[in-house]
């Protein structure tokens, strides 16, 4: 179905905008539009606050092809009118710019005036549930998505349950489907670096942990966020143990990535009225499990101080990224498994490199989906992948080359 902000979408000069195309994500994801199938679809802007390196931008991707219609954009985060402006040309709008935390309010709140779609790749728990609070219902009035979580936070996971979880209901039957109980875990394996802009994230939102749990009360004090009891959903709480099919520890994983599952769950009926996840990360040998887990609890201590805080952001440029011969030897596997009445499917969403070649993809796929495919779920507000786009994204990626497989 297409929606009213698609509808007046179609007499913009532009379907997609991505915003922070000279950033290193940003440009990945440029150029994959550029290239992909459905480019001579699409007309394409990019925007960002430097005339200078978005015409150069431009040029590197006329390069990759000739044909391609792209525009620039001069916006600004600190300019909420170029933003107002930049929002208005597009049917959806892209954003690398991060972290979001310290740049991304201003853009969504552009986007609901304009009526435009957004997705992002950020993986900040106060930024997404704080958009929830504050623009949920306005977003929702008129009818266009803001899609936050749209690369390796948290696609993979958060479609990869829903597709887990529609193998579920074919194994268990029509007349079962959509009713019965259901538990899915999902189990991370990767190889790859993480981006300068997910580390400067991270840190960001280690330092503000106390922050955001006293933002947390209050927004479930006044009711005011998303009921996510439409149906019973939780988080299968924090447990260590030996996985012997992948011959590895699993380790829960403190990510974005539950919080985005539950909350599809709770919009989407095939999950049951009663849904279980479990998110771990696989480790093979303990001595690295436990140094993670100390590296981890060291990190989140250090961001609390202005001075350790100061120098942990400085080790990674958020705009720069490894080499491409790095990426091609990246790749990510995440594996379910799915339980409703008394019967099991294994299901596995794998990729090449999570940090930025397939978060590029996904993003750009995510776009493409709210551009140009007719028959979404007709969920709007500030959403998730799964209840946003669902499988209409996961055609898409299987597609494009990210597989969704049973096993």
């Not at 925007?47 to 916006?75: F, H, P, V, Y």
């Not at 219902?137 to 979580?149: F, G, L, P, V």
Request: aromatic fraction near 8%.
């Amino acid at each position: 179905m297409t929606t009213k902000a698609a509808t007046k979408g179609s007499e913009r000069p532009f379907d997609i905008v991505v915003f922070g195309a000279t950033g290193f994500t940003g440009k990945l994801t440029a150029e994959y539009l550029v290239q992909c199938a459905h480019s001579k679809k699409i007309k394409l802007a990019i925007a960002g606050r430097n005339s200078g390196k978005l015409e150069a931008c431009k040029q590197d991707l006329m390069a990759l092809n000739s044909k391609a219609d792209i525009g620039t954009i001069e916006a600004n985060s600190d300019d909420y009118t170029s933003l107002v402006k930049m929002a208005a040309q597009a049917k959806v709008v892209i954003t690398t710019v991060g972290p979001y935390l310290k740049y991304g309010e201003p853009l969504v709140r552009a986007c609901v005036e304009a009526g435009t779609h957004y997705v992002d790749l950020t993986g900040e728990p106060e930024f997404v549930e704080g958009l929830e609070h504050d623009y949920h219902d306005q977003a929702a009035a008129k009818h266009i998505k803001i899609i936050n979580c749209c690369g390796f936070d948290s696609i993979p996971h958060d479609l990869g349950a829903l597709y887990t979880v529609h193998e579920l209901n074919k194994l268990i039957g029509k007349e079962r489907s959509g009713k019965a109980p259901m538990k899915v875990e999902g189990f991370i394996e990767a190889k790859g670096t993480f981006s300068g802009g997910t580390w400067h994230s991270a840190i960001t939102q280690f330092s503000r942990l106390k922050e955001y749990q006293k933002k947390r009360r209050e927004w479930h004090k006044n009711k005011k966020t998303r009921p996510t009891d439409r149906r019973r959903t939780r988080v299968m709480g924090p447990k260590v143990f030996w996985l012997s099919a992948h011959k590895a520890w699993a380790c829960p994983f403190p990510t974005i990535d539950p919080q985005v599952v539950k909350r599809t769950a709770a919009a989407r009926k095939e999950f049951g009225p009663d849904f279980i996840y479990g998110h771990y990360v696989l480790v093979k040998k303990l001595p690295k499990l436990i140094g993670g887990v100390v590296g981890a609890g060291g990190l989140v201590a250090l961001s609390q101080f202005k001075y350790s805080r100061e120098k942990l952001l400085q080790v990674k440029d958020p705009g720069q990224g490894p080499s491409e011969s790095t990426r091609k030897k990246s790749w990510f596997k995440v594996h379910f498994v799915g339980e409703a009445d008394g019967l099991h499917v294994w299901t596995e969403v794998a990729g090449g490199d999570p940090g930025y070649g397939e978060t590029a993809k996904m993003l750009a796929e995510s776009a493409l989906c709210l551009a140009l495919d007719k028959n979404l779920p007709e969920e709007y507000g500030v959403t998730t992948p799964g209840a946003g786009m669902g499988l209409a994204l996961i055609e898409r990626l299987n597609a494009a080359g990210i597989t969704f497989r049973t096993l």
